[in-house]
């Protein structure tokens, strides 16, 4: 009886099999190893030559250049608001205005207990010399406390730091005037001097506390109209942290930071706002309390990053290193930039480790096919791949060929058919590839996978 002939495949099928099985040839003959199959744990390939470049990753935020939070000097109302959210204004342009006659009423006071203490100092006895100087140091220390609890309510660190170094100022100047009344008024009851005197140092002492009390509540007054520190764009309140970060707070603000602000680079700033869920806009005719924030400027002319490089890795980082930027908020853009400095002194990590920040200038982003990415908003979150070190024409094996070997670096080398264990010394160590600056050379051929599973002398095909 006649055999019957195999079933035939269909024409368009018999080409698509014999590539398949000439692939399947191809890559046998090139990286089995030990069994002369695929499924071999082992794999060899030929050292070359290649660019290899190492590349640290880094979270970062991006930053603005500056920020500054307005806050109320003294409680009062928002008499006037002279521009708009989003609207971007000049340094020294005026924002708003703030109406508070408790601030008037105190520099009103201020003004009289100067004009008093100018025209004091006559018909003073020799017998109340004593008691007078009491009086007045009594009236000096209420005064100058008075004048320290006044001026830490105000928000602005910079008017805030001036108007106590006012108050310490006038008590050295009140205190050295007090010691020169006290040697008049000893001169006087021993007889070496006269009353004039006396008077004199003590109307001066008098005169001193008054002067720096007018000053202090002429500067809160001053305060009330509300100027832009920096140039930059505005937007209503204070600044604000929804959950604990890393980074500092602004300039002057004990505990928390705020998202996207590079604590190095303030001109001012203030106090947070009220919790998520509360807008804290201060509308025009609103009631405002000291340290109330009014309105935030903030510089967005040119944005940076603040990233967190590992310990392990800081050390090659430098200035002027160039890095490429993932965005979490713009999917499949790529952002240029450049490290500007590296902090010496650590932070600790949210995972628990010690890092160190790398301030770096953000540059423009691409999208596919060279089109433009959005503009960032400071606070982002993103990713810096740092090219710490490159070699462009390296002897490069696979990162999977390199193992450790009695504390050295090593790869497995065919000589002869079979595997010797070769000590290296690696170079540029990238993602991928690494380089090997001794040990082998191009051409080579070494084992790359399956490393743990070869002894030295065995034999490989």
């Given at each position: 009886?006649?055999?019957?002939?195999?079933?035939?495949?269909?024409?368009?099928?018999r080409?698509?099999?014999?590539?398949?099985?000439?692939?399947v040839?191809?890559?046998?003959?090139?990286?089995?190893?030990?069994?002369?199959?695929?499924?071999?744990?082992?794999?060899?390939?030929?050292?070359?030559?290649?660019?290899?470049?190492?590349?640290?990753?880094?979270?970062?935020?991006?930053?603005?250049?500056?920020?500054?939070?307005?806050?109320?000097?003294?409680?009062?109302?928002?008499?006037?608001?002279?521009?708009?959210?989003?609207?971007?204004?000049?340094?020294?342009?005026?924002?708003?205005?703030?109406?508070?006659?408790?601030?008037?009423?105190?520099?009103?006071?201020?003004?009289a207990?100067?004009?008093?203490?100018?025209?004091?100092?006559?018909?003073?006895?020799?017998?109340?010399?004593?008691?007078?100087?009491?009086?007045?140091?009594?009236?000096?220390?209420?005064?100058?406390?008075?004048?320290r609890?006044?001026?830490?309510?105000?928000?602005?660190?910079q008017?805030?730091?001036?108007?106590?170094?006012?108050?310490?100022?006038?008590?050295?100047?009140?205190?050295?005037?007090?010691?020169?009344?006290?040697r008049?008024?000893?001169?006087?009851?021993?007889?070496?001097?006269?009353?004039?005197?006396?008077?004199?140092?003590?109307?001066?002492?008098?005169?001193?506390?008054?002067?720096?009390?007018?000053?202090?509540?002429?500067?809160?007054?001053?305060?009330?109209?509300?100027?832009?520190?920096?140039?930059?764009?505005?937007?209503?309140?204070?600044?604000?942290?929804?959950?604990?970060?890393?980074?500092?707070?602004?300039?002057?603000?004990?505990?928390?930071?705020?998202?996207?602000?590079?604590?190095?680079?303030?001109?001012?700033?203030?106090?947070?706002?009220?919790?998520?869920?509360?807008?804290?806009?201060?509308?025009?005719?609103?009631?405002?309390?000291?340290?109330?924030?009014?309105?935030?400027?903030?510089?967005?002319?040119?944005?940076?990053?603040?990233?967190?490089?590992?310990?392990?890795?800081?050390?090659?980082?430098?200035?002027?290193?160039?890095?490429a930027?993932?965005?979490?908020?713009?999917?499949?853009?790529?952002?240029?930039?450049?490290?500007?400095?590296?902090?010496?002194?650590?932070?600790?990590?949210?995972?628990?480790?010690?890092?160190?920040?790398?301030?770096?200038?953000?540059?423009?982003?691409?999208?596919?096919?060279?089109?433009?990415?959005?503009?960032?908003?400071?606070?982002?979150?993103?990713?810096?791949?740092?090219r710490?070190r490159?070699?462009?024409?390296?002897?490069?094996?696979?990162?999977?060929?390199?193992?450790?070997?009695?504390?050295?670096?090593?790869?497995?080398?065919?000589?002869?058919?079979?595997?010797?264990?070769?000590?290296?010394?690696?170079?540029?160590?990238?993602?991928?590839?690494?380089?090997?600056?001794?040990?082998?050379?191009?051409?080579?051929?070494i084992?790359?996978?399956?490393?743990?599973?070869?002894?030295?002398?065995?034999?490989?095909?």
């Open positions: 009886m006649a055999r019957p002939d195999p079933p035939r495949l269909p024409a368009a099928t080409p698509r099999l014999v590539t398949a099985l000439l692939a040839v191809v890559l046998t003959g090139t990286t089995a190893a030990s069994c002369g199959d695929d499924n071999s744990p082992i794999a060899v390939a030929q050292v070359g030559r290649s660019p290899v470049a190492e590349v640290i990753d880094a979270p970062a935020t991006v930053t603005a250049r500056a920020a500054a939070t307005l806050t109320a000097p003294a409680d009062g109302t928002l008499a006037s608001l002279r521009v708009q959210p989003g609207q971007r204004v000049r340094r020294g342009q005026v924002l708003a205005v703030i109406d508070s006659p408790s601030a008037q009423d105190r520099l009103r006071q201020a003004r207990a100067l004009r008093a203490a100018k025209q004091a100092g006559r018909g003073v006895g020799v017998g109340d010399l004593g008691g007078s100087r009491r009086g007045t140091d009594r009236a000096a220390a209420e005064a100058f406390d008075a004048a609890r006044a001026a830490g309510k105000i928000g602005d660190p008017l805030r730091s001036a108007l106590l170094l006012q108050v310490e100022s006038a008590q050295r100047q009140y205190e050295s005037a007090a010691r020169a009344a006290d008049a008024v000893a001169a006087v009851q021993r007889g070496m001097a006269g009353l004039n005197s006396a008077v004199g140092a003590l109307s001066t002492a008098q005169r001193l506390q008054a002067q720096q009390a007018y000053d202090l509540a002429k500067a809160t007054v001053d305060a009330l109209t509300l100027r832009a520190p920096i140039a930059g764009v505005v937007q209503p309140g204070g600044t604000r942290t929804a959950a604990p970060t890393d980074l500092t707070g602004l300039l002057g603000a004990a505990g928390g930071g705020a998202a996207g602000i590079d604590p190095s680079a303030f001109g001012s700033a203030g106090q947070g706002g009220p919790p998520a869920g509360v807008d804290d806009a201060v509308p025009a005719g609103g009631r405002v309390t000291a340290g109330t924030p009014v309105l935030t400027i903030v510089d967005t002319g040119q944005l940076g990053l603040l990233a967190e490089v590992d310990e392990t890795d800081v050390l090659l980082v430098r200035a002027g290193l160039t890095a930027v993932e965005l979490d908020a713009v999917t499949g853009a790529t952002y240029d930039a450049t490290v500007r400095s590296v902090d010496v002194l650590p932070t600790s990590s949210a995972r628990g480790g010690v890092t160190y920040r790398v301030r770096l200038g953000l540059g423009v982003g691409r999208l596919g096919e060279g089109e433009s990415a959005p503009t960032p908003r400071p606070g982002m979150n993103a990713v810096v791949h740092l710490v490159e070699a462009a024409d390296a002897v490069a094996v696979p990162a999977s060929a390199v193992f450790s070997a009695d504390g050295r670096d090593a790869v497995w080398v065919l000589r002869d058919g079979r595997a010797d264990r070769v000590p290296v010394t690696v170079g540029v160590q990238g993602p991928d590839l690494v380089q090997i600056v001794r040990g082998v050379q191009a051409g080579d051929r084992v790359v996978r399956g490393t743990d599973q070869v002894r030295d002398g065995q034999e490989l095909k």
